[in-house]
């Protein structure tokens, strides 16, 4: 089959199966899988190479791993570090050893059945969030422990997928060499990459931003993860590894929403390949010939898994029925479980008779959680427990988080005092020069439009509290502004105009707070005028709130007609004429008084 003719089906497939099972409240992961296993070889069978497209498709694990790498910033991670690594290491290293027990019991090797049990371990990040979040559950208790546990074995598959090569028979390149020497390699290897990336990667991506050339700027992004990947795995070591060390050096550089943005669409499109190829690589006539040992271990996989977070929940304070609903929705195998059956193929540690039986079982435990989800909440519905809700148990209020886009003159002052408040927020611009130079002041800024609905994902405008327009192009903030309106419509929007009518155009898309550049200053410069030329400072103040509050009034009256020129002009004259009126009433008042 052409490579147009396989891209053709893979997309058909897709486009058919990921709406219907979204549709159906069962996520996109079961529809790719689903997807998978029928173009696969064991249904329609109009894909045969299973292999060569599952390696290829383990691209989107890599980009996977490099956005969580760029995520992980050092401070989120303090934060959460008891449960993370308290819960999650907890549920993870009792879950293996349970699990690698039971495999010991069936007959398996005792290296064999650790990594199988460590394998088994793991939960699917992707499937378990989507889940949640459709759920709305993510703020919940129950939801955050969750989370937490997933981020601590998305780190702990790290390590897993550098130390399952060291156990094989068949490792290669400094896995040849055993004990002190092969860690020592190792560790040589991940600082070098550590310190290149550290002074390579940003002046590289600095270089490459001044061009202005968007399409190039995606390409060096993609170039930093395929490269740092491919490098690692030269010698030896995974490429997830690679991507990981990648997306952690640049986790606290000012491109890091830029690349997230230009990554995303990429690691989508792999990571639904990559489940497809999974759903193909499934021996349904595996489980057809041994339907009663595949559901057997699939239903020991949940049991061992659900008793572990069950009880871990209960331990950390968890209701009854919160404690289930964490049991239930990461209590299936995980996408890193494929990764590192693979790898441990590769390595001989297992035939493939096991890594297809435990491949069937990891999927189809991914297939039974959704009805188990539904059954819960059934349940839960039916028997509701009757507690009263306790302050640390309500989700967390949003944090008065703000969005910066355009950090100029007028930026930088709106930054400088929400620091000083100790108000979170991300400033973006496009101008790789003024983010040096801002950056030399001690002042954070991150690269990238604002104007792309995907950098406004990447830095979490969904939970911003407030935008502030203050880009200097005009049409680059008209542009912007329609993003944020149309997209995030209920995030307010403070923005900065150039004259009256780049602020009629900013009323188009919603936008009601606006500050025209200039204004404020040239205000005040003709109080300070008319001081100058002997009248009282109250006269002047005076004099210059009336010209302020009737100029805002007639701001705003205006905008309907501020696409008809010759309205306009007209009311420009009849608004000056009220102006005069104004003061000579003010005037008159004053002679009246005195």
Same mark, same amino acid.
């Given at each position: 089959?052409?490579?147009?003719?396989?891209?053709?089906?893979?997309?058909?497939?897709?486009?058919?199966?990921?709406?219907?099972?979204?549709?159906?409240?069962?996520?996109?992961?079961?529809?790719?899988?689903?997807?998978?296993?029928?173009?696969?070889?064991?249904?329609?069978?109009?894909?045969?190479?299973?292999?060569?497209?599952?390696?290829?498709?383990?691209?989107?694990?890599?980009?996977?791993?490099?956005?969580?790498?760029?995520?992980?910033?050092?401070?989120?991670?303090?934060?959460?570090?008891?449960?993370?690594?308290? *819960?999650?290491?907890?549920?993870?290293?009792?879950?293996?050893? *349970?699990?690698?027990?039971?495999?010991?019991?069936?007959?398996?090797?005792?290296?064999?059945?650790?990594?199988?049990?460590?394998?088994?371990?793991?939960?699917?990040?992707?499937?378990?969030?989507?889940?949640?979040?459709?759920?709305?559950?993510?703020?919940?208790?129950?939801?955050?422990?969750?989370?937490?546990?997933?981020?601590?074995?998305?780190?702990?598959?790290?390590?897993?997928?550098?130390?399952?090569?060291?156990?094989?028979?068949?490792?290669?390149?400094?896995?040849?060499?055993?004990?002190?020497?092969?860690?020592?390699?190792?560790?040589?290897?991940?600082?070098?990459?550590?310190?290149?990336?550290?002074?390579?990667?940003?002046?590289?991506?600095?270089?490459?931003?001044?061009?202005?050339?968007?399409?190039?700027?995606?390409?060096?992004?993609?170039?930093?993860?395929?490269?740092?990947?491919?490098?690692?795995?030269?010698?030896? *070591?995974?490429?997830?590894?690679?991507?990981?060390?990648?997306?952690? *050096?640049?986790?606290?550089?000012?491109?890091?929403?830029?690349?997230?943005?230009?990554?995303?669409?990429?690691?989508?499109?792999?990571?639904?390949?990559?489940?497809?190829?999974?759903?193909?690589?499934?021996?349904?006539?595996?489980?057809?010939?041994?339907?009663?040992?595949?559901?057997?271990?699939?239903?020991?996989?949940?049991?061992?898994?659900?008793?572990?977070?069950?009880?871990?929940?209960?331990?950390?304070?968890?209701?009854?029925?919160?404690?289930?609903?964490?049991?239930?929705?990461?209590?299936?195998?995980?996408?890193?479980?494929?990764?590192?059956?693979?790898?441990?193929?590769?390595?001989?540690?297992?035939?493939?008779?096991?890594?297809?039986?435990?491949?069937?079982?990891?999927?189809?435990?991914?297939?039974?959680?959704?009805?188990?989800?539904?059954?819960?909440?059934?349940?839960?519905?039916?028997?509701?427990?009757?507690?009263?809700?306790?302050?640390?148990?309500?989700?967390?209020?949003?944090?008065?988080?703000?969005?910066?886009?355009?950090?100029?003159?007028?930026?930088?002052?709106?930054?400088?005092?929400?620091?000083?408040?100790?108000?979170?927020?991300?400033?973006?611009?496009?101008?790789?020069?003024?983010?040096?130079?801002?950056?030399?002041?001690?002042?954070?800024?991150?690269?990238?439009?604002?104007?792309?609905?995907?950098?406004?994902?990447?830095?979490?405008?969904?939970?911003?509290?407030?935008?502030?327009?203050?880009?200097?192009?005009?049409?680059?903030?008209?542009?912007?502004?329609?993003?944020?309106?149309?997209?995030?419509?209920?995030?307010?929007?403070?923005?900065?105009?150039?004259?009256?009518?780049?602020?009629?155009?900013?009323?188009?898309?919603?936008?009601?707070?606006?500050?025209?550049?200039?204004?404020?200053?040239?205000?005040?410069?003709?109080?300070?005028?008319?001081?100058?030329?002997?009248?009282?400072?109250?006269?002047?103040?005076?004099?210059?709130?009336?010209?302020?509050?009737?100029?805002?009034?007639?701001?705003?009256?205006?905008?309907?007609?501020?696409?008809?020129?010759?309205?306009?002009?007209?009311?420009?004259?009849?608004?000056?004429?009220?102006?005069?009126?104004?003061?000579?009433?003010?005037?008159?008042?004053?002679?009246?008084?005195?």
């Amino acid at each position: 089959m052409s490579f147009l003719l396989e891209a053709v089906v893979f997309l058909a497939a897709a486009v058919v199966t990921v709406p219907l099972f979204r549709r159906l409240g069962l996520g996109a992961v079961l529809g790719y899988l689903v997807a998978g296993v029928a173009i696969g070889p064991w249904a329609l069978g109009l894909v045969s190479d299973v292999d060569h497209i599952l390696h290829f498709a383990e691209f989107g694990v890599v980009l996977l791993l490099f956005v969580i790498g760029l995520e992980l910033q050092p401070n989120r991670l303090w934060t959460l570090r008891k449960t993370i690594f308290g *819960l999650g290491g907890a549920q993870l290293f009792v879950s293996a050893a *349970l699990l690698a027990v039971v495999g010991y019991g069936l007959g398996l090797g005792p290296t064999t059945a650790a990594v199988v049990g460590l394998a088994l371990s793991l939960s699917s990040t992707a499937f378990a969030l989507q889940m949640l979040a459709e759920r709305n559950q993510l703020t919940t208790r129950h939801g955050r422990s969750a989370f937490s546990i997933l981020l601590f074995q998305d780190l702990a598959a790290i390590p897993m997928l550098a130390i399952v090569p060291l156990l094989g028979p068949e490792a290669t390149g400094p896995m040849e060499s055993s004990g002190m020497v092969a860690g020592v390699q190792t560790v040589v290897i991940v600082l070098a990459v550590v310190i290149g990336g550290k002074f390579l990667l940003r002046p590289l991506l600095r270089m490459v931003a001044a061009t202005r050339t968007p399409e190039v700027f995606t390409a060096m992004a993609l170039l930093t993860v395929v490269g740092t990947a491919l490098l690692m795995e030269s010698v030896g *070591l995974s490429m997830a590894l690679g991507a990981f060390l990648a997306g952690v *050096l640049l986790a606290d550089s000012e491109y890091r929403h830029a690349l997230e943005a230009d990554i995303e669409p990429f690691k989508g499109m792999l990571l639904g390949l990559f489940f497809i190829a999974v759903g193909m690589s499934l021996n349904v006539g595996l489980v057809a010939r041994q339907p009663g040992m595949v559901f057997a271990l699939v239903a020991g996989l949940i049991a061992i898994k659900f008793v572990v977070l069950y009880g871990l929940g209960r331990l950390q304070g968890l209701k009854n029925a919160a404690a289930c609903s964490l049991a239930v929705a990461i209590s299936q195998g995980g996408e890193f479980a494929f990764v590192i059956f693979g790898v441990a193929l590769g390595s001989g540690l297992i035939g493939r008779d096991l890594a297809d039986l435990m491949i069937a079982v990891v999927t189809i435990s991914m297939v039974v959680t959704p009805l188990l989800t539904f059954v819960n909440d059934a349940i839960r519905r039916r028997f509701p427990e009757k507690t009263v809700a306790r302050d640390f148990e309500a989700p967390p209020e949003r944090d008065r988080h703000v969005i910066i886009a355009g950090f100029g003159r007028f930026g930088q002052i709106v930054g400088r005092v929400l620091r000083a408040k100790k108000i979170p927020f991300t400033a973006l611009e496009v101008s790789p020069e003024k983010i040096d130079f801002v950056r030399k002041y001690g002042n954070k800024v991150y690269y990238g439009d604002a104007s792309r609905l995907a950098l406004l994902h990447a830095a979490r405008a969904d939970q911003a509290s407030a935008f502030v327009l203050a880009i200097d192009d005009v049409e680059a903030s008209l542009r912007t502004a329609e993003t944020v309106h149309r997209h995030f419509p209920k995030l307010t929007i403070y923005a900065r105009a150039r004259d009256r009518k780049h602020a009629h155009q900013l009323m188009d898309f919603g936008v009601t707070v606006i500050r025209r550049e200039t204004f404020l200053s040239s205000l005040d410069l003709a109080g300070a005028l008319l001081t100058g030329l002997g009248l009282s400072a109250s006269e002047a103040e005076n004099a210059v709130e009336t010209f302020r509050q009737h100029d805002e009034t007639l701001l705003f009256a205006h905008y309907w007609h501020h696409n008809d020129e010759e309205k306009m002009q007209a009311l420009s004259k009849e608004g000056a004429q009220q102006l005069e009126e104004l003061f000579e009433q003010d005037a008159a008042k004053e002679a009246a008084a005195e």
